[in-house]
């Protein structure tokens, strides 16, 4: 009898081995399926989330307030240099009423009608600080491109006509010779030279109100040309 006591107490011990392995065994199983659960919730909730619309609310632009220039004010024409506002005007083309400014520009003698809806046209004299940084640049080094002259009139051409102070100043420097002999410069050189040297010296004299005179002998400072010598007429 004592002997199949031992056997009870034994298979017992194992039955609960067993058990206990199998239950390991369907919690380890539990765990893995939720996890797999919970993996595909969250894929499927981003899936979601990816395909809602987002609404994209437009944003208002801010009215872009127009410039209004006043009669005798100098403004700068891009094409034709400086010019002064000599009237401001109202005609009616079509049904529709249009209101344009009157620009004088002297140097070429002309007369332009710009409608005031068309300010890209037109920008208001550089500021005091800009004409001094414009000077500034003549007295730098020239900076030549090693290019066919063709190209680079084309390029100081666009320069001109951007109407911008500095690129002017640019042209200016880049084509001074700091020679009064005629020889050492193209005759299309020297046209160039000339002319942003006129547009440079107009802005100049309006900004800083003085005669053409003064401008003058300010640029030619900068670029260091020596001052013209005026000869006296009365004998010694």
């Known amino acids: 009898m004592p002997k199949k006591k031992q056997k009870t107490k034994t298979s017992r011990k194992k039955d609960k081995k067993i058990k206990a392995k199998k239950l390991k065994k369907s919690k380890k199983t539990i765990n893995s399926k939720n996890l797999k659960e919970t993996k595909k919730a969250t894929t499927q909730s981003q899936q979601s989330n990816n395909n809602e619309i987002i609404e994209i609310k437009k944003i208002k632009k801010q009215d872009t307030e127009k410039r209004i220039y006043k009669v005798k004010e100098f403004v700068v024409y891009p094409k034709h240099g400086i ?33 005031t809806n068309q300010q890209g046209n037109l920008r208001a004299l550089s500021s005091l600080n800009q004409v001094n940084k414009a000077i500034s640049i003549l007295k730098g080094k020239a900076k ?33 010779k700091n020679t009064d002999m005629p020889v050492d410069q193209s005759y299309s050189e020297r046209q160039l030279f000339e002319k942003a040297y006129e547009r440079l010296l107009g802005e100049v004299i309006a900004v800083l109100n003085i005669d053409e005179e003064a401008g003058k002998l300010k640029l030619n400072k900068a670029l260091g040309k020596k001052p013209e010598v005026v000869q006296s007429s009365t004998p010694i």
Not at 84 to 109: C, H, L, N, P, R
Not at 144 to 169: C, D, F, H, L, V
């Open 83 to 115: 010019g002064q506002i000599m009237s401001v005007e109202k005609d009616t083309i079509a049904g529709i009423e249009i209101s344009f400014y009157k620009i004088e520009i002297t140097k070429e003698k002309l007369s332009l009608t710009i409608p």
């Open 144 to 176: 030549i491109k090693r290019t066919m002259w063709s190209r680079r009139a084309q390029e100081y051409e666009q320069k001109i006509n951007s109407g911008e102070i500095y690129q002017i100043a640019e042209v200016v420097r880049d084509l001074n």
